[in-house]
């Protein structure tokens, strides 16, 4: 069965760090990955897909990258802002079958 | 504006009641999906649907039914049978078949007490 962990459950730092989330699956074989951010009591932001035959996607600030042998995913986070507290989620869908599977979630706060 | 809807945001019921959350889209997407979000916990699939008058069951079914009549709406009723209902729930869609990006709407927090 396929389990999904990110590290840490939460952070805080101040603006202008560079920052990593991290995100483990115990199944190697995923078709995709996708990284979510969420802020509080609102739905789901799509950030990055990464498609398993892909290692890294980047939008503006945000850099993820895909181990598809170590069961690994990282989101870099560039010069890191307030506005970038949320909780951000990775999933994985295995195989064709559409089924996103989630970890619990990183909860990020930046301070000024 | 092209997106998911969710309605209502806030929804309160009492224990025993069937409660219909609706879903709309206007991204014309084939696939549609229902999930669960409980604190501290990842999201779960309750049901999702890849093509009208077709949908399957996620891993949490129970105590949930839904139908999917148009491409562009997928409610969910969660049923009396539903041992434990206050949640957030939230709707999401993508193209066709196969693993592409999913979409999410707001989401709807039901409280049954």
């Known amino acids: 069965k396929q389990e999904v962990t990110q590290i840490p459950a939460a952070l805080s730092v101040p603006e202008g760090e560079n920052l990593v989330l991290n995100c483990s699956f115990t199944?190697?074989?995923?078709?995709?990955l996708q990284w979510f951010r969420q802020d509080p009591g609102k739905g789901l932001t799509s950030l990055l897909l990464?498609?398993?035959?892909?290692r890294e996607q980047t939008s503006g600030r945000l850099n993820a990258s895909l181990d598809k042998s170590s069961g690994r995913s990282t989101l870099y986070i560039a010069a890191s802002q307030p506005g970038d507290s949320a909780t951000y989620l990775c999933a994985v869908i295995i195989g064709r079958t559409d089924k996103l599977i989630f970890g619990t979630g990183t909860r990020l706060q930046v301070f000024p | 504006d092209g997106g998911i809807t969710q309605s209502p945001k806030y929804l309160f019921r009492k224990e025993g009641q069937n409660v219909t959350l609706s879903c709309e889209q206007n991204?014309?997407?084939?696939?549609m999906y229902w999930y669960r979000q409980d604190p501290g916990q990842g999201l779960r699939l309750i049901y999702y649907?890849?093509?009208?008058?077709d949908f399957q069951k996620g891993d949490i079914a129970e105590g949930y039914s839904v139908s999917r009549e148009k491409k562009e709406s997928f409610p969910l009723t969660v049923t009396s049978a539903q041992k434990n209902p206050t949640a957030f729930y939230l709707c999401a869609s993508s193209w066709g078949q196969g693993p592409y990006e999913q979409y999410f709407g707001p989401g709807t927090r039901l409280t049954v007490t």
């Open positions: 990464i498609q398993s035959s892909q």
């Open positions: 649907s890849q093509i009208v008058n």
């Open positions: 199944d190697s074989a995923i078709y995709n």
């Open positions: 991204l014309n997407h084939d696939a």
